[in-house]
């Protein structure tokens, strides 16, 4: 089974800043990497899909990157409301529904 | 608007058996893969079993054996049935739409599953 690992597991960060999460395969999937935001109570957010590819109505200061076993999310202005988990998911063994990274929690400095 | 609603939740005793459903609207329900997807409390996501368009069903050998996923094309609607079931299976199940290549890109709002004594 392909497992995801993301780096860090939390950190604390201010609005305005630049920030990187990464995210690891254990075998390459080629693109087939899609990033969520979750915030509590809520269901996952779709935010970028094939690595790189901005859903529609997410800003355009989430950017993603990456292929093979390396992988990026990138969220070029930190705002208030995105302080939440984020989860990339591999779907490179779909229609096995893929695996989720453990997920990164951004909280507020 | 696509609207994805689970219901069927609830508090179940170990071994005992429980069904959810997910009722969807907005969208060409026949022509999209589904999917559940389940999250214990603090912890992060798990899939737990999709459909595909044609009927074609997979799951994690987690839940192999235990679950079955189905789906009613004519009512919109989205079922796990959830047999066998343990303390570990306690989390909230999400129904989730998978768009070809882009992942799941609209999810219900989740019912909760308790296993407890």
């Known amino acids: 089974a392909i497992r995801m690992t993301q780096s860090p597991s939390s950190f604390s960060a201010s609005t305005g800043d630049r920030v990187t999460i990464t995210c690891r395969a254990s075998?390459?999937?080629?693109?087939?990497l899609a990033w969520y935001q979750q915030k509590p109570g809520k269901a996952p957010k779709l935010l970028i899909y094939a690595a790189s590819t901005l859903q529609s109505g997410v800003p355009s200061r989430f950017s993603g990157s990456g292929s093979g076993t390396d992988f990026t999310l990138t969220i070029s202005c930190l705002q208030s409301e995105d302080f939440a988990t984020y989860y990339c998911?591999?779907?490179?063994?779909?229609?096995?529904?893929?695996?989720f990274g453990q997920g990164t929690k951004v909280e507020i400095k | 608007e696509v609207q994805l609603v689970e219901s069927g939740g609830g508090l179940v005793q170990p071994g005992g058996s429980l069904r959810l459903s997910c009722a969807a609207s907005g969208f060409t329900f026949s022509s999209y893969d589904m999917h559940w997807v389940r999250q214990a409390t603090g912890k992060g996501l798990e899939w737990v079993s999709a459909i595909g368009t044609a009927g074609d069903t997979y799951y994690p050998g987690s839940v192999k054996g235990r679950f079955t996923i189905s789906r009613e094309n004519a009512k919109n609607s989205l079922y796990l049935q959830m047999n066998s079931l343990r303390a570990g299976d306690t989390a909230v199940y999400y129904c989730a739409r998978w768009s070809t290549e882009a992942g799941f890109d609209y999810w219900g709002q989740g019912t909760l599953v308790t296993v407890s004594s």
């Open positions: 075998q390459g999937i080629s693109s087939y």
């Open positions: 998911q591999q779907y490179y063994s779909y229609p096995w529904g893929g695996t």
